[in-house]
């Protein structure tokens, strides 16, 4: 609908005639003593001050068709659907504020004013907010059914089951052909490659998706197979993402006798399944990661415990040898030999029997720990360490380039303003022929004819000196 680009964004025309009165005449009035005469001007114009007084801000869903967008950023459609169609105008600013670009077939919903383009005498709607339809739709029922389940108290802080330290197993319940199980996969290979993970393969997209997820988490939560479960995908749109919106899904989490964690998206994305789950992790990734220790601070820990048992199993046979020679002391003490030399043999095979036993546990746990710290040096990043120190030695080869670089161009620069300083130093004016002429006693410049009057004294100052001269006249 064609309009002028100065119209206002209020959406409101220019009028250039009086507004019409407040109230039409009665047509069963006389026609002759009491006629009145409106221009199309005033009339239009009173029928939309009828139309915007009357009606509020209203919505509209409906097809976008027959879109312009002019010169001036005002865009001009219609609005149809099976039985009708209006014509709309959106003016800026609000037009540049649009987080999509509208087209003719797009559905969306709009929030508008009711008004009539006067120059036309045309109904027309006044368009102040444009969402798409789907979008808008979807993330209103999104807020519904999370306002729902939250004042059911599905997502409460109490009912939220703390995670296993040490995860021997992990069922991971997404798509076998996504990116997220890569990553999920790497990342728990790379950080603790003891645990076992198990794909229990879903579709994460579409109709058919959130009846085989609240399959899979029944069926897990049945077998109590594993110790934690991980509910993950890749980022997507909120369509992408809507069956982790699901209701039975979300029953589903805070039903499941296993905790579950859930990943589903990008950092930014958020699901009803996200705030069901006992975790919420940003990205796959990341779950992973929550999901299982590092191997490497494992590895520290049990050479912090190795120590420390080592210690206690000193001290302990010191404990026991210190009382073995107070015993013997008291039995030689008391005198019966045979008895005395029974109960010290006893003493000895009980003394290198208890020395065996811990000499073997101790066995046990070095060659348990050897093989723990030859699994974990046989996955040591080398490769990793090699590569940044090949990069650390190019930087550094940079750097000094770059320093030397820099120091030749400010060189340079520090000659070039030395040179510029001598162009207008004084001493450059006077090596080109001029002189100074400054007061005897007070050396102060003479810049009048009346410091210089006859017979006075002056020292003249030229480029390789001074000499005196005497005023003759002035």
Not at 39 to 50: C, E, K, N, Q, Y
Not at 362 to 380: F, K, S
Request: proline content about 6%; overall charge positive.
């Amino acid at each position: 609908m064609p309009q002028t680009a100065g119209a206002r964004a209020s959406g409101v025309m220019p009028s250039r005639h009086p507004r019409a009165p407040s109230k039409m005449p009665d047509p069963t009035d006389n026609p002759i003593a009491a006629r009145e005469v409106y221009t199309p001007s005033a009339l239009t114009r009173f029928v939309r001050d009828l139309l915007e007084d009357t009606l509020p801000l209203v919505w509209i869903e409906g097809e976008i068709s027959n879109f312009a967008r002019p010169a001036s950023g005002h865009l001009y459609f219609t609005l149809k659907d099976g039985g009708a169609q209006v014509r709309c105008a959106m003016f800026r600013p609000r037009s540049t504020w649009l987080r999509f670009r509208p087209a003719d077939g797009m559905h969306v919903l709009a929030r508008v004013r009711v008004s009539l383009y006067e120059p036309r005498g045309e109904f027309q709607l006044i368009v102040e907010h444009l969402e798409e339809a789907g979008e808008g739709a979807l993330q209103r029922a999104f807020e519904q059914l999370k306002a729902r389940l939250a004042a059911e108290g599905l997502f409460d802080a109490a009912t939220k089951r703390p995670l296993p330290q040490l995860p021997r197993r992990i069922g991971v319940v997404t798509s076998p052909s996504g990116a997220a199980i890569r990553d999920v996969l790497s990342v728990l290979a790379r950080r603790f490659p003891l645990a076992e993970v198990e794909i229990l393969p879903v579709p994460v997209q579409g109709k058919e998706a959130p009846p085989a997820i609240v399959a899979a988490l029944a069926a897990a939560s049945a077998a109590r197979r594993h110790d934690v479960l991980l509910l993950t995908r890749g980022g997507g749109s909120l369509e992408d993402l809507w069956a982790f919106n699901d209701e039975a899904v979300a029953r589903a989490i805070r039903a499941s006798a296993i905790p579950v964690v859930s990943a589903v998206g990008h950092e930014i994305d958020f699901t009803i399944a996200d705030f069901a789950a006992d975790l919420r992790a940003p990205t796959p990734s990341a779950a992973a990661e929550l999901l299982v220790p590092d191997a490497g601070e494992l590895a520290r820990t049990l050479a912090r415990l190795r120590q420390r048992l080592e210690h206690w199993l000193t001290r302990r046979l010191d404990t026991h040898a210190q009382r073995l020679d107070h015993l013997l002391a008291r039995l030689n003490a008391q005198r019966p030999q045979a008895r005395l030399a029974r109960a010290d043999e006893r003493l000895h095979a009980l003394q290198r029997r208890l020395v065996d036993g811990l000499q073997r546990r101790i066995d046990r746990r070095d060659a348990r720990l050897t093989q723990l710290r030859a699994h974990l040096r046989a996955q040591h990043p080398a490769t990793v360490l090699a590569r940044g120190e090949d990069q650390s030695r190019a930087l550094l080869e940079r750097l000094r380039v770059a320093l030397a670089h820099g120091l030749e161009r400010r060189s340079a620069r520090l000659g070039e303003l030395g040179r510029t300083l001598h162009a207008v130093s004084p001493l450059a004016t006077l090596e080109r022929g001029y002189a100074i002429l400054l007061e005897r006693d007070s050396g102060r410049v003479v810049r009048s004819v009346a410091q210089a009057a006859p017979g006075r004294s002056l020292r003249a100052r030229v480029a390789d000196g001074e000499f005196g001269v005497r005023v003759e006249e002035t």
